[in-house]
């Protein structure tokens, strides 16, 4: 499995930005307005909201990082020469 691509991790800090209503950057300008036609956010009167689709694409993202970060730790273990922790 290929770790998750830079565009995804920029994805998923634009969503995570939305989500938590602080403000976008101008070079957020592109990805906002994919964002919206694509349907994961919704403009309303108190700003952008992440909408169902977003929300799951967000939780979706937020695994995959965290899946690349438990598999980078298990190999820098066995490159020590540790034994990784089973599951």
Do not use: F, W, Y
């Not at 499995?1 to 565009?7: D, F, K, Q, T, V």
């Not at 694509?38 to 952008?48: C, I, N, R």
């Not at 690349?68 to 922790?85: C, F, M, S, W, Y």
């Amino acid at each position: 499995m290929e770790p998750i691509s830079l565009e995804d991790l920029a994805l998923l800090e634009v969503l995570t930005r939305i989500s938590q209503h602080a403000a976008l950057t101008d070079g957020d300008s592109v990805v906002r307005e994919r964002m919206i036609e694509s349907g994961l956010v919704v403009e309303g009167d108190e700003g952008l909201a992440l909408t169902s689709a977003g929300i799951e694409m967000c939780k979706s993202l937020q695994h995959r990082a965290a899946a690349d970060t438990q598999v980078a730790k298990i190999l820098q273990l066995r490159e020590n020469g540790d034994e990784a922790p089973r599951a």
